[in-house]
Structure formats: structure tokens, C-alpha cells
């Protein structure tokens, strides 16, 4: 019972361990005056350089997840997250600045493109 008991605790760290899906990332607090000074074309532009930086980390971050399901599964181990592949930070921070963007925008009252 000792085993089975010891086993599950460890699968679970392992399961802990692996990259999540990047939608399974929450966004950072950036702060309400990060974007404070930005007019609103630049705000779009800011926007529009996130939106490209969190697309190229999501592929980024979905191969390492992917990566460390078939590791998990074949080594027991989390090789990309192990290896620094894992994107989870950068993610948040960008989530952040995207959301602090969109908080800004709405408080100016921009126009945002759809």
C-alpha cells in the first residue's frame, strides 16, 4: 500500500512539473500606469507587437507541453520543461502587458480595431 501510495504522490509531482498549455496561463499584474503616457496609436502598436510575441510563445509553449507528455509517458521525466523550454513566465508577463493595454485602451476610450 506504502508503494501505490508513493507512486500516485510521485506521478503527481511529475504531472506538476510538466509546461501547461498556454490558455492554461494566467496573466501577470503589470500595473495600472505601465501604459499610462501612451497615446492611442501607440497603444496599438504595443498591442499589436504583444498579440505577435504571445502567438510565437503559445506555439512555443504547446510543443513543450506536447513534449513533456510523450517524456512523462515514455521517461517518467518533463524533458522540455526540465531542458528550459517551458514559456510559462514569459506567457504571464506578456498576458499582462496585453491586458494592461486593453485596460488602458478602454480607459482613453481608443478605438480598437476588430
Known sequence: MKTKSTLSVMALLLAAACAKQP???A???IGPNAYRGFSCSQLAQADAKYDIALENLS???R???TGD???VFLLGLPLASMSGQDRETQIAATKGHIQA???EQARKG???AS
Open 23 to 25: 490558455d492554461q496561463i
Open 27 to 29: 496573466a501577470i499584474d
Open 59 to 61: 506555439a512555443q509553449q
Open 63 to 65: 510543443d513543450a507541453a
Open 69 to 71: 507528455a510523450f517524456a
Open 101 to 103: 493595454i486593453k485596460l
Open 110 to 112: 481608443c478605438r480598437v
